[in-house]
């Protein structure tokens, strides 16, 4: 899967020359965290984050006025706070190496854009999250959560699932860490759909496998 499949749209932002106390309201007002800069024609200028925010605005023990701190706040522009050394991605980024850019960087988003600089979207660390949860299938209904450890070997995934279907299951997801575990074998988690989840759980106890933990399908 790609970024701009999964990128937040619309993307709010904001000029270089809006003031500070307007871009504070707009990111209470819209809950964001994080504000691009651009242009007329919508090409990428920098960032504005909730830090950037945080240090142009006074210290909390402060002894200025209210009136005083809005009038300070009302005289900075976006341009004199913003950050101007932005990391982006391409629509085309793959998920995984736009999160793992994230990571090892550490920030919070990545704007999205072509290849003439103009913003397409934005990827947040809520986004990669997002789709991280829909591997899983962690909001499926009626769905039943298996773990197993299977040697690390090849065709035994594959078995194992030929085994859950074999019985009628339906496998909604298959979530499956490269590295082997302390026992020197895989774990694979599985979510699945079945008339009799623990009928085919045992099913799969009297095949051998090791289901280590399990969480059947709430009953409607």
Known sequence: MYV?????????????????????????EKGRRFLPV??????????????????????AITTLSVGEVNYLMAKVKVE???????????PGTLVEVAGQLMRDRGIGCLPVVDDEGRLLGIVTDDDILDFFLAITGCGLE???????????RAGELAKFLAAINGQ??????????VAPDATGMRIVIVRFRAADPAA???HLRGLGYDLYTEELATSR
Request: net charge negative; glycine share 8%.
């Open 168 to 177: 009628g299951g339906y496998i909604a997801t298959v979530v499956s860490p």
């Open 200 to 202: 085919l759980d045992q």
């Open 80 to 90: 004199q706070v913003m950050r101007r050394e932005v990391i982006t991605c391409g």
């Open 142 to 152: 009626d769905t039943t959560r298996i773990a197993v450890h299977l040697p690390d």
């Open 38 to 59: 651009v242009d007329g024609t919508g090409r990428l200028l920098g960032l504005l984050s909730h830090r950037e925010l945080e240090k142009a605005e006074p210290s």
């Open 4 to 28: 701009e499949q999964i990128m937040s749209l619309p993307v709010d932002t904001v000029t270089i020359d809006l003031k500070l106390s307007q871009v504070a309201h707009l990111m209470r």
